[in-house]
């Protein structure tokens, strides 16, 4: 089956710091779609971005699909950015996602 | 607010128990999904419903059952429970179960099986 790599697994950052989150995946998907789980367990769906650009606010995400990556970009980080950031992907012809195992991101005030 | 409700909040049990968890989707969405988090496994995509019907299956184990009802609450049924159970399970709903929407979460069931 396919294979979700994040990168880093941790990142701490100083408010105000930009910062890029990656996501490899190892075949064809027709579906990669970003989350962050807040310190508090609440998750959020972020982006559906199985190729191109999108940005929604501070965050902005890129997925190269014939390079099988997607980054995520977040720039003038907040405290309130902190949590772990998962991608997920679900193969060409189906809805079932594989995750990720994520990046814990911290930023300091 | 996401607007997705799960019940109960916290369920401890016992090894070989069998649990129900609740989910209510937003109003006016029709699809429910269910992942499970725990600390071995991280989040994995367990099953699919869209208006009463499965329409996708992960990595659910034969011992769990979920069903979408006619009001389109939907209800996950894990039966034989083992230690490795434990977890937090989230459901999550969307407007009409496409990739393209975007999934709103419920709060999650934490469950400790002992």
């Known amino acids: 089956g396919i294979q979700v790599e994040q990168s880093p697994p941790d990142l701490i950052l100083q408010e105000g710091a930009n910062s890029t989150l990656r996501c490899n995946f190892s075949d064809s998907v027709n579906n990669l779609q970003w989350f962050h789980q807040n310190p508090w367990g609440q998750l959020i769906n972020l982006f559906y971005i199985p190729s191109g650009t999108k940005q929604n606010g501070r965050l902005s995400a890129t997925t190269v699909a014939t390079e099988r990556y997607s980054l995520l970009y977040i720039s003038s980080s907040q405290t309130t950015d902190s949590g772990v950031y998962f991608c997920a992907v679900a193969a060409s012809g189906t809805y079932k996602y594989i995750f990720g195992t994520g990046t814990r991101l911290k930023v300091l005030a | 607010d996401s607007g997705v409700t799960q019940t109960p909040k916290h369920l401890i049990t016992a090894t070989g128990q069998r649990v129900t968890l609740r989910c209510s989707p937003r109003?006016?969405?029709?699809?429910v999904y269910w992942y499970q988090q725990s600390l071995d496994q991280g989040l994995q995509f367990l099953i699919q419903?869209?208006?009463?019907?499965?329409?996708a299956k992960g990595n659910i184990l034969e011992r769990f059952s979920a069903q979408q009802f006619p009001d389109l609450h939907s209800e996950l049924n894990l039966s034989s429970l083992e230690l490795g159970d434990s977890a937090l399970y989230f459901c999550?709903?969307?407007?009409?179960?496409?990739?393209?929407?975007?999934?709103?979460f419920g709060p999650g069931t934490r469950l400790t099986v002992l």
């Open positions: 999550a709903s969307t407007i009409l179960g496409q990739l393209t929407d975007t999934q709103y």
């Open positions: 419903y869209y208006n009463g019907e499965e329409r």
């Open positions: 109003s006016g969405d029709l699809s």
